[in-house]
């Protein structure tokens, strides 16, 4: 058998999505047979090495459909792997389908017009796929609540955590702490700034608190649909010399500066997975995060929990993190254990299991 990973949205997407892909195209590398298994990438892509084949086609575009299929056509995969929700109108033999969220129909605000058209092709992707894979039991109930797709072909298939996600030593520590001017004690709010990460309130829950005036709220990540209202929060509380926007960090840092942090914050109000918080607990750093799934599932009892939609509640729980030592401890030393739980050559295992259900 030959199975093939669409890996062309990695050439425009480094976090994300584009990093489920890379990690499970490593993962499932490992996992299998010489040439059984190979990447397929946007031919300006020059990172994979020699297991890729490059096609003239880029992802999220329609136009060149029918390009794509005749390329991989020639390939002769008996299945094809689609980590982004949508399957090519045209696509040739079998088919599997990764579902992150639907967050583009149960918040459709937090999207663009071409964002929405385009994943409101899921519908019909997910009814044409042999399988779909979920990254979260809650992301696989609110697709078979919001489409007809047929349950026994819905897998759900958690994401694992890479081992650089580990606590950060004290000299890589200080060495974020110089680059980002990071000055002070800091909670840190890590990805994209979106409306549906509720940062609005968590700006105002910290801003309105007396007993976080010696720690700092970091917000880290690139400026999406929200970038303008959080600023003018951020204004309107008086509050820029405690409130960073740092943009997004470099993916080599990204672990020393969660494991800097004196804790993780993420008052989501809609997530599919919820992988800051795994990282987090992986690199030792305690979490504060909305009471909703999936980010209940994920920390698992590692984390103090609040109602995203109150802000009092926000303000509570960021508190609580800070002044309680012994409980900080205790969910440090669960969220490390919770997170050795999640493995990518599971996820592969687990992956192959699906190719080969849909190939039956």
């Not at 584009?18 to 499970?24: A, T």
């Not at 002769?76 to 399957?87: A, E, K, M, Q, T």
Request: glycine share 8%; proline share 5%; hydrophobic share 40%.
């Amino acid at each position: 058998m030959r199975f093939g990973l669409d890996a062309r949205l990695a050439y425009f997407d480094r976090g994300g999505i584009g990093r489920y892909i890379h990690c499970l195209a490593a993962a499932l590398e490992r996992e299998c047979a010489p040439n059984e298994f190979a990447v397929v990438t946007d031919f300006r892509d020059s990172g994979w090495g020699g297991n890729s084949r490059g096609v003239i086609a880029s992802a999220r575009s329609t136009r060149l459909d029918w390009l794509f299929a005749l390329q991989v056509a020639a390939r002769r995969f008996d299945l094809l792997h689609y980590p982004d929700h949508v399957i090519p109108r045209r696509s040739p033999g079998r088919s599997v389908v990764t579902v992150h969220d639907v967050s583009f129909w149960r918040m459709p605000k937090s999207h663009s017009p071409a964002s929405r058209a385009y994943y409101e092709r899921c519908r019909d992707s997910v009814r044409r796929a042999n399988a779909v894979i979920c990254v979260s039991e809650f992301t696989r109930e609110e697709l078979l609540a919001m489409t007809e797709v047929d349950p026994e072909k819905t897998f759900t298939i958690n994401q694992g955590l890479e081992p650089r996600f580990a606590p950060a030593g004290a000299r890589r520590q200080e060495e974020v702490h110089r680059r980002y001017e990071l000055r002070r004690p800091y909670l840190l709010c890590l990805g994209t700034i979106g409306r549906r990460k509720n940062l609005v309130r968590l700006v105002e829950a910290f801003a309105d608190s007396p007993v976080l005036e010696g720690t700092d709220l970091v917000l880290a990540g690139a400026a999406g649909n929200a970038i303008k209202e959080v600023r003018e929060a951020v204004e309107r509380r008086h509050a820029g010399d405690r409130i960073r926007i740092i943009g997004a960090i470099a993916d080599e840092d990204v672990p020393a500066v969660i494991s800097a942090a004196a804790a993780l914050v993420m008052p989501s109000l809609y997530e599919g997975f919820g992988l800051p918080v795994l990282e987090a607990m992986g690199c030792g750093t305690p979490v504060v995060i909305a009471d909703r799934r999936p980010l209940i599932d994920v920390a698992d009892g590692a984390a103090i929990t609040v109602d995203p939609k109150n802000r009092r509640a926000i303000r509570e729980g960021l508190e609580r993190r800070v002044a309680d030592s012994g409980r900080r401890a205790h969910d440090r030393q669960l969220g490390l254990e919770r997170a050795r739980t999640f493995d990518w050559s599971e996820v592969a295992r687990k992956t192959l299991d699906v190719y080969r259900w849909a190939l039956q």
